[in-house]
């Protein structure tokens, strides 16, 4: 594991948003599996902002979300599909055909779930996999529980991350109660998993994470396992952990 601390959440946003830059030009055809929440998107922006500069082209890149709310179309403006379009995909060059989410109109869950591991299956390994950390410790929408889900699965919410995701919406009640996740199986096979985490809220569970013991009642546990792991986090995000730890 490598740790990258700094000061605040736009360095925070700068130092990912170059790491993401220089992988794809090193490979063009890159894979990139990205995430949704307040967390990436000062890292958006600014690969996007790069992109203005000349200095990168997404044009021969795909990417895979990790997740999507159940019922929600790509229209609405509370869908992971809205906003990786008002995000990302609007800014740069990638080719809309090379974007893929779960479907969270699909109303059955054994097929989304069998449809999207087979197309992450056909574009794997990820080159580079965002990640953000729940509050309760949950990486993609893949919660707190007693086992660890390798594939897509349909998942319930826990009450953390419904009440987490309410600003997004104008009432709690709306925030839908499940969605489609990606499992853990492609994210530990990702060459690279770049995990941000930003803010004294995260602080004990990004310890919990990455000092604990590994269990599915934390699920960013898992990522000890994983064999090229970046963290970048600011000061308060890494206030649980002692001088000279990392």
């Given at each position: ?92 060059d990638i080719l809309p055909e090379n974007t ?147």
């Amino acid at each position: 594991m490598k740790m990258i601390a700094v000061s605040n959440y736009d360095e925070m946003s700068r130092r990912a948003a170059e790491l993401v830059v220089a992988q794809v030009q090193k490979k063009a055809t890159t894979l990139l599996g990205l995430a949704t929440g307040g967390t990436p998107v000062g890292t958006y922006a600014l690969m996007a902002e790069a992109q203005r500069r000349g200095e990168v082209t997404y044009a021969q890149c795909r990417s895979v979300n990790l997740d999507e709310y159940l019922g929600l179309a790509p229209e609405n403006p509370a869908s992971y599909r809205y906003f990786m379009q008002d995000k990302l995909f609007n800014h740069i060059d990638i080719l809309p055909e090379n974007t893929h989410l779960p479907n969270g109109t699909n109303q059955d869950a054994v097929a989304e779930c069998a449809r999207y591991d087979a197309l992450v299956d056909s574009l794997a390994p990820i080159d580079l996999q965002i990640l953000g950390m729940g509050h309760n410790g949950h990486i993609a929408f893949n919660e707190p529980d007693d086992h660890f889900v390798a594939g897509t699965h349909l998942v319930d919410l826990g009450a953390a991350t419904i009440d987490a995701n309410q600003r997004f919406f104008d009432r709690r009640e709306d925030v839908p109660c499940q969605a489609y996740t990606m499992g853990m199986g492609p994210i530990l096979q990702a060459e690279q998993v770049l995990l941000l985490v930003s803010g004294d809220e995260k602080a004990e569970i990004l310890h919990q994470s990455l000092t604990g013991p590994i269990t599915p009642q934390v699920p960013g546990s898992i990522l000890q396992l994983h064999r090229n792991l970046t963290v970048i986090a600011d000061a308060a995000a890494l206030s649980k952990f002692s001088v000279g730890s990392f």
